[in-house]
């Protein structure tokens, strides 16, 4: 009683102790956590479930200015992905078959298999 509690962490640690301090909020009303350049693992269904406002007021993130770690949520890298795949199906299309050309290997296909952009043709 009267106690606050702390959770701290650093990268994959303060993603933990992010999660850990949403789940331990019940149990301790003064619990708050310190986030050190964490991984992006809260999505908006938690945050939904949560409430913005709880989530803003039990978790305190501290990223470095030019930390990439802690910016990578899952549509930046989809983005990432999509524009990639674009520019390659630019690079390696034939203007004259109106195909993809021979660089276009098995292996990358098989990479990009999820991917819209992905060669077909081949």
């Known amino acids: 009683e009267g106690w606050a509690l702390r959770v701290v962490g650093q990268s994959l640690g303060a993603a933990v102790a992010s999660l850990l ?45 030019e930390d990439v770690v802690s910016r990578l949520t899952f549509p930046a890298v989809m983005k990432i992905h999509d524009r990639v795949c674009e520019e390659m199906i630019k690079v390696q299309q034939d ?25 077909q043709n081949l």
């Open 21 to 65: 301090t949403l789940r331990l909020r019940r149990r301790f009303p003064h619990v708050h956590c310190f986030a050190y350049n964490p991984w992006p693992v809260v999505d908006e269904n938690v945050v939904e479930r949560v409430g913005v406002n709880t989530c803003k007021s039990l978790v305190t993130c501290v990223c470095y200015n």
């Open 95 to 119: 203007a004259w078959r109106g195909d993809c050309c021979r660089l276009c290997c098995p292996d990358l296909r098989a990479l990009f298999a999820s991917c819209n952009c992905a060669c």
